[in-house]
């Protein structure tokens, strides 16, 4: 078959279509590859208008079976590109050589629709009379009453294992190889993972007798350690010693103390006056009054524009360099305008936009220096015309235009002229 892509647009555009696959791959004339700018026009195939229809139409390339989608898109100039507009889309069922008519899809339909429970469920039976072959119920055993019969079966028999309640434990469920003692203790949920179990030991000490047993045996060193004391004359002596040179820290302290003098009051007066300043003000009160304080920027510049120069100019002040800067600068540009010096308007100092204001200068009646100029130039230098009659014409240098148009008398004299300076 020929021509199965195809739409309906308006006679006498230029279109052509792209044609995709499923995973939306474009076909490039040999393959398919994933659409590319730099390869848009290997994409192309050109849709032929039949007569003057609007329909439009291309043959499917050579592709294996399977099902397509195509583009359609409006080619602006003289060959396709990216920025053509997609006018419309569609689909297309390929077997390898022809379209796939709608009525043979249909038919598969049908077929499955018309297939019984017994086909579909029966071990034996392929999918009588469809035409779909590859498709076989024989895996359907999952489906049989004695299969849902054994599931059930199993569902019983783990309800009975769990019960209501919780999951049941095997007898000896719980092994030495199963259980573990650091986790399986009866701990409270305030318990944290450093939280250790004290266990009764040997003779039954529990945590509370061995804490009275600790605090008796630290009682007991307490009084060997002042036996020993009492059995060692020298350690004794060198004990008492120690308490007497702590009695002679504390002496020293004592001493301290009283040789310390500090300020009195009046000293202290003084101080406090000499913080404050002359008018009395405390911390607090310079604190208050920088508050308070405001800067008016306005009356400090009207300050310093209206300070009389007299006692800022003299040598070596800021002021006398300035009014000496601005008498130099009153002697370059004069009290009429600028003093130039010489050659200072020169090639490079003078603007375009400066040159062009110069020749654009009107001069005479309307003419400007720039038209005035091509009028000589076309006198003076241009080819002439009607020599000899009663209209002469005298054109620009590159004989485009004709500048001048003279109509003469018999005598030469001219009675009429048209200019054209542009």
């Not at 039976?125 to 049989?144: Q, R």
């Not at 009492?230 to 120690?242: E, G, S, T, W």
């Not at 485009?400 to 300076?421: F, H, K, P, Q, Y």
Request: aromatic content about 6%.
């Amino acid at each position: 078959m020929t021509n199965e892509l195809a739409i309906r647009y308006p006679t006498g555009s230029t279109l052509y279509a792209h044609v995709l696959d499923a995973t939306g791959q474009v076909w490039n004339g040999a393959g398919w590859e994933a659409p590319q700018n730099a390869n848009w026009l290997n994409y192309d195939l050109a849709m032929a208008e039949a007569g003057t229809t609007g329909y439009y139409r291309v043959s499917m390339p050579a592709v294996a079976a399977g099902s397509y989608s195509f583009l359609v898109f409006l080619q602006a100039g003289g060959g396709p590109v990216v920025g053509d507009t997609c006018i419309g889309e569609g689909f297309i069922q390929w077997d390898g050589s022809d379209e796939v008519p709608t009525s043979s899809i249909l038919t598969d339909i049908g077929a499955l629709n018309n297939l019984s429970q017994a086909d579909i469920l029966s071990d034996a039976t392929p999918f009588a009379g469809a035409n779909i072959s590859n498709l076989d119920a024989a895996s359907s055993t999952l489906a049989t009453s004695a299969a849902l019969a054994t599931v059930d079966g199993n569902v019983d028999a783990i309800l009975a294992d769990t019960g209501t309640d919780g999951v049941k434990l095997a007898a000896d469920a719980i092994t030495a190889s199963t259980f573990d003692e650091s986790t399986a203790f009866p701990l409270t949920a305030s318990d944290t993972g450093s939280t250790y179990v004290a266990r009764t030991g040997a003779d039954s000490d529990t945590l509370e007798t061995l804490s009275d047993q600790a605090d008796l045996q630290a009682t007991a060193v307490a009084l060997a350690t002042a036996q020993v004391d009492l059995d060692n004359p020298a350690q004794y002596m060198a004990n008492v010693a120690a308490l007497a040179i702590e009695a002679n820290v504390q002496g020293h302290a004592a001493d301290a103390l009283t040789a310390y003098d500090p300020p009195t009051k009046a000293e202290l007066d003084t101080a406090e006056s000499n913080i404050r300043g002359a008018d009395s003000d405390d911390l607090k009160d310079i604190s208050d009054e920088i508050a308070t304080i405001t800067v008016d920027n306005a009356a400090i510049a009207d300050a310093v524009w209206d300070e009389l120069a007299a006692g800022h100019i003299d040598a070596g002040k800021a002021g006398q360099q300035v009014w000496t800067d601005v008498d130099a600068i009153l002697a370059d540009t004069g009290t009429d305008g600028v003093v130039l010096a010489t050659d200072a308007v020169n090639a490079s100092a003078l603007a375009a936009d400066a040159v062009d204001e110069i020749w654009d200068e009107v001069f005479e009646d309307t003419l400007t220096a720039r038209q005035g100029m091509r009028i000589f130039l076309s006198a003076l230098a241009g080819l002439s015309d009607g020599g000899g009659t009663t209209t002469i014409t005298f054109m620009s240098k590159d004989g485009g235009t004709t500048r001048i148009e003279a109509t003469v008398d018999a005598s030469g004299n001219r009675t009429n002229i048209t200019l054209d300076a542009s």
